[in-house]
C-alpha cells in the first residue's frame, strides 16, 4: 500500500508543475485524476485517470478548436470585463448571459459564455470561470 502511495507522490510531482500553469481546466482535471488512478491502480490507474481527469474538468485540449467555432457560430455577444480574463475569476451577478455547453463536449455542471471575445466555462452557481477557451 505504500508503494501506490509513493507513486501516487510521484506523479502528483511530476503532474504539478504543468497544472500550476495551465489555464486549462483539462490539465487540473488530468492531473487530479492521473493521482487518483495512480492510488486505486498504480501506473496504469494513474494514465487512465488521467484521461478521464482531464475530460470531465473542462473541454479537451484537441475539442478546443472545435467548440470555439461553434460559439462563433451561436454569435454569443461578449461582455466587456475590465479585470483579466482567467480561471478563477468571478464574474459579475448581472450583465453575463450564460449558454448550456452542447452534449458533444461532455462537460456537466459548466455553462460558457464569451468575456472579452474570449468564450469561457463558468460554474454557474458561484460565476467563477473553470476554463479559458485559447
Given amino acids: 500500500m505504500s508503494k501506490k502511495f509513493l507513486l501516487a507522490g510521484v506523479v502528483l510531482a511530476s ?8 489555464q486549462s481546466g483539462a490539465a487540473t482535471g488530468a492531473a487530479a485524476g492521473a493521482v487518483g488512478g495512480a492510488v486505486v491502480g498504480g501506473p496504469v490507474g494513474a494514465a487512465v485517470g ?3 481527469g482531464a475530460i470531465a474538468g473542462g473541454i479537451a ?3 478546443q478548436p472545435e467548440f470555439r467555432q461553434y460559439v462563433t457560430t451561436q454569435k454569443v ?3 466587456t470585463y475590465k479585470e483579466e480574463v482567467r480561471v478563477g475569476a468571478v464574474l ?5 448571459t450564460y449558454h448550456e455547453v452542447p452534449a458533444q463536449y461532455k462537460v456537466k455542471g459548466y455553462k460558457y459564455t464569451v468575456v472579452n471575445n ?3 466555462l463558468v460554474e454557474p452557481g458561484s ?3 473553470v476554463q479559458v477557451i485559447r
Avoid: N
Avoid at 503532474?15 to 495551465?22: D, I, N, R
Avoid at 459579475?92 to 453575463?96: I, Y
Fill in 15 to 22: 503532474l504539478a508543475p504543468a497544472a500550476a500553469f495551465a
Fill in 50 to 52: 488521467g484521461v478521464t
Fill in 127 to 129: 460565476r467563477k470561470i
Fill in 77 to 79: 455577444p461578449s461582455y
Fill in 61 to 63: 485540449d484537441q475539442q
Fill in 92 to 96: 459579475p451577478e448581472s450583465g453575463v
Fill in 118 to 120: 474570449t468564450p469561457v
